[in-house]
């Protein structure tokens, strides 16, 4: 909804134009239809409203596509809601950065040249912004309600961006130990299962701390994971299956729709007696697989060259296609020495011409001829002479 307002904004005077035009060039009921658009896009009230509803879509829809990312986590749905919230909190309060622009624009009664016909009462659309405004946020406290509870609120301590500043000792030392409590009690069967150790867990947990902070000091929130990981996966093997656990929970559903949208497009009436295992393999590599800019497809083209029973054969048939080419080139460059050659003819045949030109005039200046007395016999003898010069060369 957000491309369709800008699209409409932007193109805000020929949409306007057009739909004039159809006032005097339709029929019937496409008359009344474009009348009515007409006179509520020249109404000042329906455009400013249009651009409040910019402003408040832009952060919501900035939720959504988190939302969507397959990628997203449980603290990132929760930063990017109390972003989302706080921004329009401000709109209660404020009008946003478009529908400010609008009040400079149509100061002149007029929007991007086009004129309106009235004029917005500020303190009644101060009213109905403040309205929207606390509709979308009371609608996502019912639909987030849940982001608040004591579990969700302590997956926090998953993101390094939400750690403390390196110089708050006080606040370092009790960051996080009541919220791996909770996650700890939380997932005490899946925990166990996994041979992680609770209470080795809360203490790596504060060595885990001292030893990133000692080491990375401020640069301790540019940190990920994988990287943590990687260093010190030995050495913190609790704690780091319990972060493992954090980084895994599904922060939507968005990934279980996407799963039946491929499963629709991949069996299809046409291929309805595929097998269960197929269409697992099939959506497997689909969901998850890395897109097309990030594919490398060196490991699978190997593996096909070298896992077969019998030798692949990839260059097969590549000698025939050399000798075509070659004799391809071959015949292209005859045609081009055999052009060269009759070129050369001609040249050689005009300049034969012009010689014996200059022989002629030489011959009428000693006889003393005009141009004005030559007679017949005179031109047939230039013939001849000329046709017998070129039989001899």
Not at 284 to 298: A, E
């Amino acid at each position: 909804m957000v491309l369709a307002i800008k699209n409409f904004l932007r193109g805000y005077q020929a949409i306007r134009a057009q739909i004039e035009d159809l006032i005097t060039q339709g029929k019937g009921d496409v008359q009344a239809k474009a009348a009515g658009y007409v006179r509520l896009m020249k109404r000042s009230d329906v455009i400013a409203f249009i651009h409040l509803l910019y402003d408040i879509l832009t952060p919501l829809r900035s939720l959504s596509l988190c939302l969507q990312s397959n990628e997203t986590t449980l603290v990132d749905v929760s930063e990017k809601l109390d972003a989302t919230t706080s921004v329009l909190k401000t709109f209660a309060n404020v009008n946003g950065v478009h529908i400010q622009q609008f009040y400079k624009d149509s100061a002149t009664k007029t929007y991007k040249g086009e004129p309106m016909s009235d004029t917005i009462v500020s303190e009644t659309f101060d009213k109905r912004r403040k309205t929207l405004a606390e509709e979308v946020l009371n609608a996502l406290d019912k639909r987030f309600s849940d982001v608040s509870e004591s579990f969700v609120a302590s997956t926090k301590i998953a993101s390094f961006k939400r750690w403390p500043l390196c110089g708050n000792k006080e606040e370092i030392d009790s960051f996080g130990t009541e919220e791996l409590s909770i996650i700890c009690d939380h997932f005490a069967p899946i925990l166990e299962n996994a041979g992680v150790n609770v209470t080795d867990a809360a203490v790596e947990w504060t060595l885990l701390k001292a030893h990133l902070y000692t080491r990375y000091k401020d640069k301790v929130h540019q940190l990920s994971w994988s990287e943590v990981c990687h260093l010190y996966g030995s050495d913190y093997q609790n704690v780091l299956l319990v972060m493992d656990l954090l980084q895994c929970l599904p922060a939507s559903s968005s990934e279980n729709e996407r799963g039946f949208s491929n499963m629709k497009i991949t069996k299809t009436c046409i291929r309805n007696r595929m097998s269960t295992s197929t269409m697992n393999d099939l959506m497997t590599i689909q969901m998850s697989s890395p897109g097309i800019k990030d594919f490398d497809p060196q490991p699978a083209i190997s593996k096909w060259l070298n896992a077969a029973k019998r030798p692949r054969r990839p260059n097969f048939g590549e000698s025939s296609l050399k000798k075509a080419r070659l004799e391809f080139h071959t015949s292209a460059t005859e045609g081009k020495q055999s052009t060269s050659r009759v070129s050369d003819h001609v040249v050689e045949a005009e300049d034969n011409i012009e010689e014996l030109t200059f022989f002629s005039e030489d011959k009428m200046d000693s006889n003393e001829y005009s141009s004005d007395e030559e007679s017949d016999d005179d031109n047939e003898l230039k013939e001849c002479d000329i046709s017998k010069y070129l039989a001899l060369q």
